[in-house]
């Protein structure tokens, strides 16, 4: 079975926010943007997993269906809570720092 997975809006801006913040910290370093594009392609790989087997995440409360997905990444990586909607979709609500945890 192959889940459909979307993100809301709110996830999208996640994204954007996350990539600019090591971007930004990077640039300040006189890094380039090398180290902004693995955290992406770390998120997009790990939630390229939910397409196949959501249910092996950890629970995000007393809601089976409302999940966690832990992104390594570094020293913490990234969590992006997502619900499995139906039997064939998936909606990504968010995406954080692990360190970060406001979304609940």
Do not use: W
Request: charge should be negative.
């Amino acid at each position: 079975m192959t889940y459909r997975v979307r993100f809301t809006r709110e996830a999208l801006q996640d994204l954007e926010r996350l990539y600019d913040f090591v971007l930004e910290r990077e640039l300040d370093r006189g890094s380039g943007l090398e180290l902004a594009e693995r955290a992406l392609e770390a998120i997009e790989n790990g939630i390229a997993t939910l397409s196949f087997s959501p249910f092996t995440c950890r629970k995000a409360g007393g809601d089976p269906f409302i999940r966690e997905l832990v992104i390594p990444f570094g020293g913490s990586g990234y969590v992006a809570l997502f619900e499995i909607e139906s039997a064939d979709s998936i909606v990504v609500a968010a995406v954080r720092p692990q360190r970060e945890d406001d979304y609940h």
